[in-house]
């Protein structure tokens, strides 16, 4: 092994350190400053998960071209239609549920 390789993956080990110490401070803070109804769990810890469908690659190729041709955040997109949906058709529960 090189020297230059050595100095690599220690660079690249301390790094990694660093990085699972900073984002661990930062899920902290992130999780204290969140509301009740904000809670986020990881796809592996979840039982059964909320959102679990396909995209049609026909409409996968469309949300790629809009999000280049228009720069725009999907996700967030996403979410505004599909609280916009909820609130169609179920009045009762977003108003339960969602912040307006």
């Known amino acids: 092994m090189s020297l230059l390789g050595k100095y ?6 301390e ?3 660093e990085k699972s110490v900073s984002t661990t401070a930062r899920e902290v803070r992130s999780i204290e400053g969140q509301s009740d109804f904000i809670s986020s769990v ?9 959102v679990s469908f ?9 949300l790629k071209a809009i999000r280049k041709s228009k ?12 609280r916009e949906a909820v609130e169609q058709e179920f009045p009762q529960i977003a108003e339960e549920y969602l912040e307006s």
């Open 8 to 13: 690599r993956k220690e660079a690249e080990k």
């Open 15 to 17: 790094d990694g350190e």
């Open 42 to 50: 990881p796809n592996k810890e979840r039982k059964s998960p909320i």
């Open 54 to 62: 396909s995209i049609p690659t026909d409409l996968r190729a469309c």
């Open 71 to 82: 720069a725009i955040n999907l996700s967030m997109w996403v979410e505004k239609q599909l």
